[in-house]
Nanobody, 124 residues
């Protein structure tokens, strides 16, 4: 089992940036495909983006495309979600998740391992 620990959330003003970290233990992230999800107050959890372990695919939902970037640092066994040009509607708890599935990565049901979530709040 791989364990995922998230950090980097906080309060920022609209237009600001945050970088979320997802540190893995018990397994190497390059053995897994990685997804990012978020859950806003009163909303269902939604897909944000994903990257394949091989690095040959990085995909983002339209709502964050061009503003968010997913990356990995294999030496640190850590995945990152860089969030720029943040908007109040980005306010949510953000989750990282890992899976060995190679398809349907926008579906949270494909993921076996989850971080604990980190709160991102964007003020207007």
């Amino acid at each position: 089992q791989v364990q995922l620990v998230e950090s980097g959330g906080g309060l920022v003003q609209a237009g600001g940036s945050l970088r979320l970290s997802c540190a893995a233990s018990g397994g190497t992230l390059n053995s897994y495909n990685m997804g990012w999800f978020r859950q806003a107050p009163g909303k269902e959890r939604e897909f944000v983006g994903c990257s394949r372990w091989s690095g040959d695919l990085t995909y983002y939902e339209d709502s964050v495309k061009g503003r968010f970037t997913i990356s990995r640092d294999n030496a640190k066994n850590t995945a990152y979600l860089q969030m720029n040009s943040l908007k109040p509607e980005d306010t949510a708890v953000y989750y990282c998740a890992a899976t060995k599935s190679t398809y349907g990565l926008g579906n949270e049901g494909r993921y076996d391992y989850w971080g604990q979530g980190t709160q991102v709040t964007v003020s207007s």
